[in-house]
């Protein structure tokens, strides 16, 4: 959206050089990638970028009031309350829609939230690829940044062993995922390998004894880097070694309560301009008459899984009675076609604000971003497949 070094980019842009970048991308981390690599990374402004900032910050603050968060564990299913929960996330995911306000000005609009994990490696590996792509191209060879609260690329990589690793030999600590492998996240994986030498493992590979957790290979387990989505988990009807009830004798990072509390079960307790309206279905007085200004959105599931953008009258009757506090009315958002592709069409942006709290710091630190681009109806991979210029990508800034 910084105008200058679009017009730059998309000047020298051929298909050349994005085989290049995934290429080196795919180097980088010794994978291949399934999902889709966008062709170009996302040039923040100053003045989106604050804005961004501000929104993100100020709608943390507001989750990390001790009040709220107590009413917010009502989301907490009683089958996967797990013991010794923090009082903040170790990590957390903010997921902003770029759109256009009434003074033709770019603002965020949030999505959704996460008190869960994100691409906390790869974000920096595709930083690098995305510097050594651009330093082929004239006026683009810059020292280009990911980052915030004032994070350069080596003090973000200590925050972030800090949030993952804590204190602990990264032999005892395991990013544990179902079939890390087979996940569309492993080149996360194995830049997290690669950075922090902390290994992907799958839990039903551990073994209990007592209140410990060990490899198969006998090394104890200190800390988990909890990556397992409860909605796969339960899908999949998977039988774990452990059962997330009891007392373990281990450090998680982030605690699995945080899946349930920070989500998008949040979105109706929050109060900001860049908060769209939402109430769980629940507490609807009454269905509104025009629902085209709608979305309806399960409140605990991943890349826009079961999220409805044309809801009608009888899909909203149709949940469940005992459902219905797992289901949002939520205002529907315009994303703006903001970034401006080589062809000439305009892409739609989400930029998801990514903050890392190592267990001795008292407030989650911003400290990074994500970028996804769409041409599709929602944001999500498995939307966009038929189009260029769409997937992962990343905000770059000249300053952190």
């Known amino acids: 959206m910084e105008r200058r070094f679009r017009e730059l980019f998309n000047a020298q842009f051929t298909s050349e050089l994005y ?21 170009s990374p996302l040039f923040l402004s100053d003045d989106f970028k604050q804005r961004a900032v501000e929104s993100a910050t100020a709608i943390v603050e507001q989750l990390s009031d001790p009040a709220l968060i107590a009413r917010m564990k009502a989301a907490i299913p009683e089958r996967w309350n797990t013991p010794g929960m923090d009082a903040l996330p170790n990590l957390a995911q903010v997921d902003f829609a770029v759109v256009r306000d009434a003074d033709g000005r770019y603002v965020p609009k949030l999505i959704e939230l996460q008190g869960f994990p994100s691409l906390t490696a790869l974000q920096i590996v595709q930083r690098d690829a995305w510097v050594e792509t651009l330093a082929r191209m004239d006026g683009l060879d810059l020292a280009w ?26 032999a005892e600590v395991i990013l544990m995922d179902l ?31 007592g209140k410990q957790l060990f490899r198969s290979d006998g090394t104890p387990v200190r800390r988990i880097y909890n990556r397992v989505v409860f909605d796969e988990l339960i899908a999949k009807g998977i039988t774990l070694p452990f059962d997330y009830r009891e007392e373990l004798d281990v450090e998680w990072a982030p605690h699995p309560n945080w899946y349930w509390v920070w989500s998008k079960y949040s979105l109706p307790f929050l109060q900001h301009e860049s908060v769209p309206r939402a109430t769980f ?26 999220v409805n953008v044309d809801p009608t009258r009888a899909d909203v009757e149709a949940i469940p009675e005992d459902e219905r506090h797992a289901w949002c009315l939520q205002e529907k958002i315009e994303y703006e076609p903001a970034l401006q592709a080589a062809d000439g069409g305009g892409v739609k942006i989400e930029i998801r604000l990514m903050f890392l709290r190592p267990d001795d710091e008292a407030k989650p630190i911003l400290a990074q971003n994500l970028v996804r681009l769409s041409r599709g109806k929602m944001l999500g991979v498995d939307f966009n497949k038929q189009f260029t210029w769409v997937g992962s990508s990343v905000g770059l800034s000249l300053t952190s």
């Open 19 to 39: 085989e290049f970048y995934k290429a080196d991308l795919s180097r980088r981390t010794g994978t291949s990638f399934e999902f889709r690599l966008a062709e």
């Open 145 to 170: 940044s990911c980052w915030f609260s004032g994070y350069d690329r080596t003090s973000f990589i200590d925050l972030a062993r800090r949030t993952i690793v804590g204190k602990n030999d990264p």
């Open 179 to 209: 079939d890390p492998p087979r996940q569309k996240t492993y080149p996360d994986f194995a830049a997290t390998k690669l950075l922090f030498d902390v290994d992907a493992v799958d839990p039903v590979t551990l073994v209990k004894r």
């Open 281 to 306: 279905v629940s507490d609807l007085e009454r269905i509104p008459d025009d629902l085209s200004r709608y979305v309806l959105k399960p409140l605990f599931s991943f890349a826009g899984g079961g």
